[in-house]
């Protein structure tokens, strides 16, 4: 059985996976009871499989992490925030439509 496309991180072991990444990381930024979070999750497995190898996306629950959300001034979800070299370079509120999520992305490919 493979991975996941769409990695789950925490506390503990976001700021390593961060740290450690050689490719785009898009972090999605959700909770479980939120309705526009389940609606694009499908779309974020796509693209994360889309994408293998030239980008990474991952899963941060607010609820579980909620240091994590605080640090990152997350007050809306989902929010999407792109890592790259270990730092913020873009961001995006609410459910996006697919190709808009992955225009994002595709302009911090290297």
């Not at 490719?23 to 499908?42: E, H, R, T």
Request: charged letters at 25%; proline letters at 5%.
């Amino acid at each position: 059985m493979s991975a996941p496309a769409v990695l789950a991180l925490t506390e503990e072991d976001f700021d390593e996976h961060l740290k450690h990444a050689r490719q785009p990381i898009l972090v999605d930024f959700w909770a479980s009871w939120c309705g526009p979070c389940k609606m694009i999750g499908p779309l974020l497995e796509e693209l994360a499989t889309e994408l293998e190898g030239r980008a990474s996306i991952v899963k941060v629950n607010v609820e579980d992490n909620g240091n994590l959300a605080n640090r990152f001034g997350i007050s809306s979800i989902p929010t999407l925030i792109l890592f790259k070299n270990g730092k913020v370079v873009d961001q995006l509120i609410g459910a996006a439509p697919k190709q808009q999520i992955r225009r994002m992305l595709e302009q911090h490919l290297s």
